[in-house]
């Protein structure tokens, strides 16, 4: 790839990343890697070529495109953070780190889809212009007025999003029928489980009543009507082997005393997806 | 084809789950609803006549197909449900961790583990399942804190970039779906357990590459690394195919 097209692309779809100055050498260098090259070579051809609105259902590069969303939203709330002049992150310097490596893998994702996309022959969404306060640009009242000044505010905006994509990148996962891109995915999704995760654990670091994965007993961030969108559906006390068949997990072996195995052990132990619609519902939320 | 799809739903009768028709909304639009992509993947999902056949003494197969990949990972599940289990009961829990909400996290974790592993024993067919293993520890001190986390960490990490590896094995996207409901749990119990043996590593490099990537591993790699833990010999070959 011509190397002066892809500066101009880079900054083209991401202009965030120039609020962060030191990764474009190691974008660079990701592009070499053997990722995201061989991503787009799995693309299927000519699937790349059709317009989506030619398919009545999703095509892996809707897929694609959803993905790249998610990631440019995370990784401006990031940026943005990090790139504050004013005393923003917490004295232990962990948590400014954790972030920091946080916002490199969001970055190197951007990377991969984006060269996944382009290099199938199509063209990469346009990136919206995001409003983390919820306001849409002054349009209607702050969800999180505070997310640039309260760190505590700031991290719940993160979890937020760190959990969505995990959900979002599981609700695509089953319509990527190729096994190399089903992999990548895989491995991306994880990787943004890993943050959530690490988002989670530095809320309850900092006091929050909050669990490494969601929990029923996690005290609600969201606001019915708004950002509820986001664990939608989350605490599934059931889960289907097929349509007609429940785990019936009241029966298992499990091991363990007490009810809450049931409300509490089950929807803990299973991640549940976004659907498309969810997942733009989300990036609404900070988007316009 | 047609023969595939008849057979199917009579087996419905049955809910042997693997060959239940598939009739989520899911499945619909990803075989794009029509006949024939949709007798296509049934066909697939019916390759899966792998009872484990007459293993040598002490040798677990794993199977073919779907079944193959269900066992692999409740072969893993086991094996991670059985130490979180002797991490929690050991006489030592309480010194080896005195902070209680570390001890809360760990019994957690061995709930969730304990459920993914009774969960793929309900998914695959009794005849077709692995029988329970024995899991061989060496000479791990439950009652010594840095080695029980050291050690959940190698399972945990494991246990990622396996469901990372075998996703793209799986030809029934409802159990691909499920694997992707299980390893995103694992992730966050893999970043937990890094963050308390040192606080921050939860996706260093040693865990995510270059691409931002989380691990990815083989079915092959994956046994040779979890084998020392296991008394039976595993044969993961056909698991998959």
Known sequence: ?288 | MSKNLQNSSEEAENATPLQVPIKRRSFFMYAGATAAATTLLLSGCNDDDDEPTNPAAGTVSLGSGDVGVLNYAYALEQLEAAFYAQVISNAGFNTAFPDAAERAALTAIAKHEAIHRDFFKAAIPATSAIPALTPKWGNLNFGNRTQVLDTAKTFEDLGVAAYNGAGALIQDPTYLLLAGKIVSVEARHAAFIRDLINNGTFADSTAVDANGLDKAMTVAQVLAAAQPFITETIDGANVGK
């Open chain 1, 1 to 288: 790839m011509n190397i002066l097209k892809l500066l101009a692309e880079l900054a083209e779809i991401n202009p965030n990343q120039l609020e962060q100055s030191a990764p474009r050498r190691e974008a660079l260098e990701n592009l070499s890697r053997f990722g995201a090259k061989a991503l787009a070579a799995a693309l299927p051809f000519g699937l790349a070529a059709l317009p989506a609105q030619a398919r009545t259902t999703l095509t892996i590069l809707d897929s694609l495109n959803l993905f790249l969303q998610i990631e440019r939203l995370q990784e401006a709330l990031y940026s943005r953070a990090l790139a504050l002049t004013v005393p923003f992150f917490p004295a232990d310097p962990t948590f400014r780190a954790s972030v920091a490596a946080m916002q490199r893998h969001q970055q190197q994702h951007i990377v991969l889809l984006t060269d996944a996309i382009t290099s199938s022959g199509s063209t990469a969404i346009a990136a919206p212009n995001f409003d983390f306060t919820g306001t849409k640009n002054g349009t209607q009242p702050a969800l999180f007025a505070n997310v640039f000044t309260d760190f505590d505010q700031f991290l719940q905006v993160a979890q937020l999003l760190e959990d969505a994509a995990v959900r979002a990148y599981k609700g695509q996962v089953e319509f990527l029928n190729n096994a190399f891109i089903v992999q990548t995915v895989l491995q991306l999704h994880a990787t943004e489980a890993r943050h959530a995760a690490r988002i989670r654990l530095m809320r309850k670091q900092r006091g929050a009543t909050v669990k490494p994965w969601p929990s029923p007993t996690d005290a609600s961030i969201t606001v019915a009507g708004k950002t509820d969108v986001v664990y939608e559906g989350e605490d599934a006390l059931k889960q289907y082997l097929s349509n007609t068949r429940p785990v019936p997990f009241q029966l298992l072996p499990i091991g363990y005393p007490g009810t809450n195995i049931l409300t509490q052990g089950v929807p803990e132990a299973f991640d549940e997806p976004l659907n498309t619609d969810q997942t733009q519902a989300v990036l609404a939320l900070f988007s316009y």
